[in-house]
């Protein structure tokens, strides 16, 4: 292997963030070659996105830190000694948060920043912009101001922007972690397109390790600040019970080999990565029996929220939701899905008040929800917002959760009764004292769940509380939304993540376009593939891959080996 | 949806020329307005931008201004004569051991001087109301303004909306937990919304450490301050045409005022 085929190497790389006891890479050594595909993923804190401001200079160049030691070289330039902006056209990067990587008035000027700094010719601007615009999805959009576009298009848009520079190294730092799965396959379709047009090197950093491992084509795990395993997806993969203790979730059938292998001492070496291979791989003496029926109809229960006739717009031309009609039942568990813009988030925050659908009536408990004042439903609803920040404002997670309370006039010794209660449902007693803005993002949203919790809604709203977090995160905060719903409270989750409303869900609601598409358990509506790819949403792979292999829809891994039998 | 710009999306005449003439005009009505200081005389230059402002199509929008407008005016007739005098005397407060006087000329001058900050402001409405912001930044960096500092500010007006957004949202989710911001005293009022600043605040810090580092990550002043524009600006024949007839209309303006002696009411103040 000649110098020249590498385009990025790291050379003992250790890191140290100002103001941290610990380094956040320790002595790192990596070379990427020309055209590869590397994944990089690793639990929250392990230096991914740290490595990812590394490959453009950002460290050292422009972030500050305490320690820098070893060598970066990117195309034969050490980072320390040429300018982020000598490096940027080489090495693209795509952050996670896309707010604040979207800096211009419209969606075109922001596509032509780039080649602007570039110094490129109108012509050669408005030839990209209609480039990087079509192959992201947002052709049609360029006059639009970027403040009114929705969280999915902004994230693309953060990809059209780098993409319009045409670099040679694009590095996605979760970049698509707030699209619909579609939006996400096609990202990744969008990037594979270009690397054969282009010799194009791909650095990925993902919590989707089921696109990770069909897409890479090297990945390393990074596990505080140091690479632990390095090699094919199927090399990495091999190890499932690692990743996961890490909090990590491989590839659903990865995992379902590994249990496999483990019960039947089958003898693999390793364990198949998409649905093709397991299906071939399976055991032909290995029998299946049919899952379990659904639970009894849910019509039968006492209604918690009756939906009838709901239309909303925002701008009096476009319609967010058209003619919702649904009934949810006290005790429900539910999952409310759909593509980015499908009129979710608007449905949720019509049975809390926040937003006055312009049509249609909704009843919470009998009662007419827009004849009451957000605060009157606050009581009854309760909301937990998917960025927990913007739910945060005392000084202590004490003070956060008893906010609401003191509002509601309390006597002292019942607010401190329902707050300590909190704190040990939700297992944050030993941070009570601590400022919230300083905890991690888990325990930030676990505060924020909390604050909520405390006023004893009959009824809790999660929006997307798992975006940003490792599947160990996600499943603990789940485990939560279980145990509450036990306790009887009526339980509606909105999210992006097909296994986990797999999983923990009776009830899943696909809003596609502003209206109900489906309504059902998730065992029917994850068998009616053709239906739910209208609506952008891709099964969990293990769903997908019994009805390959049974034509019956398993659940979760576990539910599939439980009904084996030899 | 609020608005967070004065730009009125119109296709007129104004809305066409380069931001530069425009710059130049805008620069040149602030001179004319300082020419007199008799009101009528004054009223006149008023007129002037009103007609500029009726030519862009976007009068309608500015009546949000005209509040702070109206209490302008009175605020400045009352408060004038106290530091300008003149010599008609028609009216005088005895105190202890002074004497205020207000005269007819001062009051006069204290509404020449409204006059002139109201043609001011309604030019200054209808430069924003006929020019994108983008097409002013163009402008500015042609003038040789470093690209830095008008980065910055065109950077602001994106994420005013945001903000605004985001304070909503932190608003309600406070609300549906019981928190009531919109009733009780004033103080009752601001005691509540005070922790409402430190999330915004603090996404706010956080937003612009990475604002930093995307900037950077697309080879911000890659060329120093060399860069191409995709939006063009175009200086026409239009444009000469009114940076002329700016410019000259200064001349004679002020030439009626210093060498004729038209339009004042207190010779020796501006």
């Known amino acids: ?566 | 949806m609020v608005q967070f710009t004065l730009y009125v999306d119109k296709n007129t005449f104004l809305h066409r020329l380069d931001p530069r003439s425009k710059l130049v005009w805008l620069v040149c009505v602030w001179i004319w307005a300082l020419a007199f200081n008799n009101p009528i005389w004054v009223s006149f230059i008023f007129i002037i931008s009103v007609g500029f402002g009726l030519l862009s199509k976007s009068l309608s929008k500015f009546g949000f201004a005209i509040y702070g407008l109206i209490s302008l005016f009175i605020m400045s007739a009352l408060m004038w004569p106290f530091f300008r005098h003149g010599e008609t005397i028609i009216y005088a407060f005895y105190l202890p051991f002074t004497t205020i006087t207000v005269e007819y000329e001062s009051v006069l001058y204290g509404l020449a001087v409204a006059m002139r900050l109201y043609a001011m402001i309604t030019a200054s409405l209808v430069f924003f109301a006929t020019t994108r912001i983008e097409d002013l930044s163009v402008a500015l960096y042609k003038l040789k303004i470093p690209y830095g500092l008008i980065f910055g500010i065109t950077t602001i007006f994106r994420f005013i909306p945001t903000m605004y957004g985001e304070a909503q949202l932190i608003t309600l989710a406070q609300e549906a937990r019981g928190v009531d911001l919109r009733r009780g005293s004033l103080i009752e009022k601001a005691k509540n919304a005070a922790p409402m600043i430190t999330p915004l605040f603090v996404t706010t810090l956080r937003r612009a450490g990475e604002l930093i580092m995307a900037v950077e990550s697309r080879g911000f002043l890659m060329g120093g301050e060399k860069r191409s524009f995709y939006y063009e600006i175009n200086f026409g024949i239009a444009d000469a045409l009114l940076i002329i007839l700016s410019i000259a209309a200064a001349i004679f303006f002020h030439y009626l005022r210093w060498v004729l002696g038209y339009g004042v009411m207190l010779p020796q103040y501006l």
């Open chain 1, 1 to 566: 292997m000649s110098e020249e085929e590498n385009i990025i190497e790291l050379k003992n790389v250790w890191i140290k963030h100002r103001g941290q006891e610990d380094f956040a890479l320790k002595g790192i050594s990596l070379t990427v070659k020309k055209g590869e595909t590397l994944g990089i993923i690793g639990p929250t804190g392990a230096g991914k996105s740290t490595l990812c401001i590394l490959l453009n200079g950002l460290i050292p160049n422009i972030v500050r830190v305490e320690k820098f030691k070893g060598k970066v070289i990117v195309k034969g330039m050490n980072t320390k000694k040429h300018k982020v902006s000598e490096l940027a056209p080489i090495v693209g990067v795509v952050f996670q948060d896309y707010e604040s990587q979207i800096f211009r008035t419209n969606v075109e000027l922001e596509v032509a920043f780039g080649p602007e700094n570039l110094g490129l010719t109108r012509e050669e601007i408005e030839d990209r912009i209609k480039t990087s615009l079509h192959w992201t999805r947002l052709t049609g959009l360029e006059k639009r101001y970027t403040h009114e576009l929705s969280g999915g298009q902004k994230q693309r848009l953060a990809i059209a922007s780098i993409l319009a520079m045409e670099p040679e190294v694009i590095v996605l730092d979760e970049a698509t972690s707030d699209l619909d799965p579609i939006g996400k396959y096609e990202i990744y379709k969008v990037v594979e397109e270009l690397m054969k047009k282009k010799e194009i090197t791909l650095i990925m950093v993902d919590h989707h390790l089921d696109r990770v491992a069909e897409i890479a084509d090297r990945i390393i795990v990074l596990n505080q600040g140091e690479i632990v395993y390095e090699g094919t997806p199927k090399d990495v993969f091999s190890h499932v019970d690692e990743l996961i203790k890490m909090g990590l979730r491989p590839p659903q059938v990865t995992e379902l080999f590994y249990k496999l292998d483990k019960k039947y001492n089958l003898g693999m070496k390793s364990y198949p990565l998409s649905i093709d291979e397991a299906l071939s791989a399976f055991p032909k003496n290995l029998k299946i029996r049919p899952p379990p029926a659904n639970n009894p109809d849910v019509e039968e229960g006492e209604p918690a929220i009756e939906i009838r006739d709901v239309w909303h717009t925002y701008d009096g031309v476009n319609w967010a939701l058209r003619g919702i009609n649904l009934r949810i039942n006290k005790g429900e568990f539910l999952a409310l899905i759909g593509n980015n813009g499908s009129g979710k988030t608007t449905l949720a925050m019509s049975i809390n008040g926040i937003i006055t659908p312009t049509k249609g009536s909704i009843k919470v408990f009998g009662e007419e929800a827009t004849r009451m004042t957000v605060k009157e439903l606050g009581q009854k609803v309760g909301y937990v917002f998917q960025n927990p920040d913007f739910q945060l404002v005392s000084n202590t997670v004490y003070d956060e959760i008893a906010l609401g309370l003191k509002q509601l006039k309390l006597p002292k010794d019942e607010i401190d009764r329902r707050v300590k209660d909190v704190l040990k449902t939700l297992n944050i007693e030993e941070i009570e004292k601590e400022d919230p803005f300083f905890l991690n993002k888990a325990n930030r949203q676990r505060v924020a769940v909390g604050s909520v919790l405390a006023i004893e809604p009959d009824i809790i709203i999660l929006d997307e509380p798992t975006t940003g977090l490792t599947p160990g995160e996600t499943r603990s905060i789940l485990n939560l939304a279980i145990e509450l719903n036990k306790e009887g409270k009526t339980i509606i989750i909105i999210t992006h993540d097909m296994w986990l409303v797999a999983e923990y869900t009776q009830r899943a609601i696909v809003l596609n376009n502003g209206q109900i598409l489906m309504d059902g358990h998730p065992r029917d509506i994850f068998a009616k593939l053709d239906l739910l790819r209208n609506a952008f949403i891709e099964p969990p792979q293990i769903s997908r891959f019994s009805l390959k292999l049974t034509k019956n829809n398993y659940l979760s891994v576990d539910e599939f080996i439980n009904h084996l039998e030899e």
